[in-house]
C-alpha cells in the first residue's frame, strides 16, 4: 500500500515539474512575442509623438512666417495623409492605361497667388502666353459675399490687363484655398445665403472683367458645423450659379472648382454625377500624396504619376492616374478634368 502512495506521489510530482516546464516556455514565447512589439510602440511615441519637432522641425515658407499661415498651407497635405482606407479594399477599382480624349480645347490653368513681398512672382513678371487661365488666388468668403481687401483687388486689376495682350486669355477669382474656406459652410446653408453670393459673382464679372470664378473650397462636409447637408448645399450652389449663368447674355462667365484627388474624400466630399452637369471643368488637386505626419512617418512623391511597385491596396490609390481616373468613374466627363499639379516640393529630415 505505502510503495503505491509513493509511486503515485512520484509521478504527480514528475506531472507537476513538467507543467512548470510547459509554463515556462509559454512565458518565454509570449515574452518574445511582446517584447519587440512593445518596444517598437514606446520607440515610435517617443520619436514621432513627444518629440515629433526633433524628426520634423518647423517649416518655413518664403513669404510666409506666421505659424498661422503655415498651419493653413499644411491643413490639405495633412488631410491627405491621414485617411482613413476605404471599408472594403477588395471594392477599389483598377484603372490602367487608357486612350486620350478626343477634344480639341486645350488648357492650362494656372493659379497665381496674390505677391506676399517683392521676392513673389509680380504681375509684370506673368507670361500673358503660358497660360490658357489664369486663377488668382485667393479671395475669401465674407457676409455670404466675395471679399477682397484693395491691395489684392488692385493685383486682380493687373492680371485682367494681360488680356490687353493675349486676347484669348481667361481670368479666373479663385475663392477659398487651403485653410482660408471658414465662411463657406455658412453661405452655402440656404438659399438667400446662396443668391447673395452669386449677386457678388456677378458684380465682379461686370466691374472688374473677370472671366469667372474658381471655388476652392477645402473642403464641403470636413467640418459640419451642425450642417450634414453642406456637400449638398455646396452642390445646389453651383447649380444656382450655372442657371445665373444661362440668363447672362452679355456677361457670361466660366464656373470651374478645385476639387480633392484623394478616391476617399472624393466620395465624402462631392455628388461628382451632380457637378459635372453645371462645372465647366475641375481642377483636381492631386499633390500632396505624401507627407509627413505622425501616422505616416515615411518619405514619398510629392505628386507621383503612377504608384509604385511596392505600393498595394489603399496606398497604390496615391497618385495622379488613379484620382484622375476616379473622377471619371464617378461622372466626370473626361474633358472636363484638368490634373493639377505643383510647383512645390516637400522636404524630409
Known amino acids: 500500500m505505502f510503495s503505491e502512495d509513493h509511486n503515485r506521489y512520484l509521478l504527480l510530482q514528475q506531472n507537476q515539474r513538467r507543467s512548470c516546464l510547459v509554463e515556462k516556455k509559454t512565458f518565454l514565447i509570449l515574452i518574445c512575442l511582446i517584447l519587440p512589439i512593445t ?16 524628426v520634423y522641425p518647423k517649416s518655413t515658407l518664403n513669404g510666409f512666417n506666421t505659424k498661422e499661415v503655415i498651419t493653413q498651407n499644411l491643413h490639405r497635405a495633412t488631410l491627405y495623409n ?14 490602367g492605361h487608357t486612350d486620350a480624349v478626343d477634344d480639341n480645347v486645350f488648357r492650362l490653368v ?27 488666388a485667393f479671395a475669401s ?3 455670404n459675399s466675395i471679399n477682397l481687401n484693395e491691395v489684392h483687388l488692385g493685383y486682380l486689376q493687373e492680371v485682367v490687363k494681360l488680356k490687353d495682350t493675349n486676347k484669348n486669355l481667361k481670368i479666373l477669382l479663385s475663392i477659398g484655398g487651403s485653410g482660408n474656406s471658414d465662411d463657406f459652410p455658412e453661405m452655402v446653408k440656404n438659399h438667400t445665403n446662396r443668391k447673395t ?24 462636409s470636413e467640418y459640419p458645423d451642425g450642417d450634414k447637408n453642406q456637400r449638398m448645399h455646396f452642390t445646389q450652389l453651383l447649380a444656382e450659379i450655372r442657371k445665373n449663368i444661362s440668363r447672362q447674355k452679355n456677361f457670361p462667365y466660366l464656373l470651374t472648382a478645385a476639387v480633392a484627388a484623394p478616391a476617399a474624400l472624393v466620395d ?5 454625377s451632380y457637378m459635372n452637369d453645371y462645372v465647366d471643368f475641375v481642377n483636381v488637386m492631386n499633390y500632396d ?6 501616422t505616416t512617418p515615411f518619405t514619398g512623391i510629392n505628386s507621383p504619376l503612377y504608384p509604385l511597385s511596392s505600393e498595394k491596396m489603399f496606398m497604390s490609390t496615391l497618385n495622379i492616374n488613379y484620382s484622375s481616373h476616379y473622377w471619371n468613374y464617378k461622372g466626370m466627363e473626361k474633358s472636363k478634368i484638368v490634373v493639377g499639379l505643383p510647383t512645390y516640393g516637400h522636404t524630409y529630415r
Open 39 to 54: 518596444l517598437f510602440c514606446a520607440t515610435y511615441m517617443i520619436l514621432f509623438g513627444i518629440y515629433e519637432k526633433l
Open 141 to 143: 468668403v465674407h457676409n
Open 268 to 272: 465624402a466630399y462631392y455628388d461628382v
Open 289 to 294: 500624396f505624401h507627407f509627413f505626419t505622425t
Open 197 to 220: 453670393f452669386i449677386q457678388s459673382i456677378l458684380y465682379y464679372v461686370k466691374t472688374y472683367g473677370i472671366d469667372g470664378i474658381d471655388l476652392d473650397w477645402e473642403f464641403p
Open 82 to 95: 491621414n485617411l482613413k482606407p476605404f471599408h472594403n479594399l477588395s471594392d477599389i477599382p483598377e484603372f
Open 110 to 136: 494656372c493659379y497665381y497667388n496674390f505677391p506676399s513681398d517683392s521676392y513673389s512672382l509680380q504681375v509684370k513678371d506673368i507670361d500673358p502666353f503660358l497660360c490658357t487661365h489664369i486663377n488668382v
